[in-house]
């Protein structure tokens, strides 16, 4: 049973545009949430999380929004740059839980 | 570059053999954990050691084994091994001896393909 789902296994987006990678959650303990970056050939690398008691939290061009009562959660990536192709994994913790991933969704952002 | 080494990164073997993937983790980081991805599937939690001893147990099954030695690197054995057993494995670290609340720095991963 996949508590942490991404629904969509691929996103296709032009340079400068904005890319918005969703998540959704059926576990209502889950208090921490986190967005893994993966390029091929490479482990996962962290990007960037959010805590429960928070609804939106941004590093540079990623804004990662928590919507609580939705169990729903979004990386927002603006602008898109080439670079940023790779497959995301959103992930979630409750307390002092191991993370639980999702499957991915592999971004392809085209000049 | 995460500081978390695993080897090898490539292993091919015959169903029925057993394997053992190695992992150190960062300078450090007293929690290693071990992840399994299969094809079309996500990151699923196999185990978690914390300073030498078992934390976390998460879908790991029984043909599959793991420990950390007192240098923190740790081994993952898998015995009799299945077609379905081919998949990616990462190893990752951490410093605190819960993940949730804490970054997991990941390895490369170890490409087991079982024939």
């Known amino acids: 049973d996949q508590q942490v789902k991404q629904n969509s296994p691929s996103l296709s987006v032009q340079e400068g545009r904005i890319s918005i990678l969703n998540c959704d959650y059926t576990n209502s303990m889950f208090d921490y949430f986190l967005w893994y970056k993966k390029y091929p050939a490479e482990g996962p690398t962290f990007l960037i999380s959010i805590s429960s008691i928070k609804d939106k939290n941004e590093d540079g061009r990623f804004t990662v929004f928590l919507n609580k009562s939705a169990k729903h959660l979004s990386l927002h990536i603006v602008p898109s740059q080439p670079g940023d192709s790779a497959v995301y994994f959103c992930?979630?913790?409750?307390?002092?839980?191991?993370?639980?991933f999702g499957k991915g969704t592999m971004l392809l952002v085209s000049p | 570059d995460s500081g978390v080494t695993q080897t090898p990164k490539h292993l091919i073997t015959a169903t029925g053999q057993r394997v053992t993937l190695r992992c150190s983790p960062r300078?450090?980081?007293?929690?290693v954990y071990w992840y399994q991805q299969s094809l079309d599937q996500g990151l699923q939690f196999l185990i978690q050691?914390?300073?030498?001893?078992?934390?976390a147990k998460g879908n790991i099954l029984e043909r599959f084994s793991a420990q950390q030695f007192p240098d923190l690197h740790s081994e993952l054995n898998l015995s009799s091994l299945e077609l379905g057993d081919s998949a990616l494995y990462f190893c990752?670290?951490?410093?605190?001896?819960?993940?949730?609340?804490?970054?997991?720095?990941f390895g490369e991963g170890s490409r087991l393909t079982v024939l």
């Open positions: 300078s450090g980081d007293l929690s």
């Open positions: 992930a979630a913790a409750s307390g002092y839980s191991t993370l639980t």
């Open positions: 990752a670290s951490s410093v605190v001896g819960q993940g949730g609340a804490g970054e997991l720095f």
């Open positions: 050691y914390y300073n030498g001893e078992e934390r």
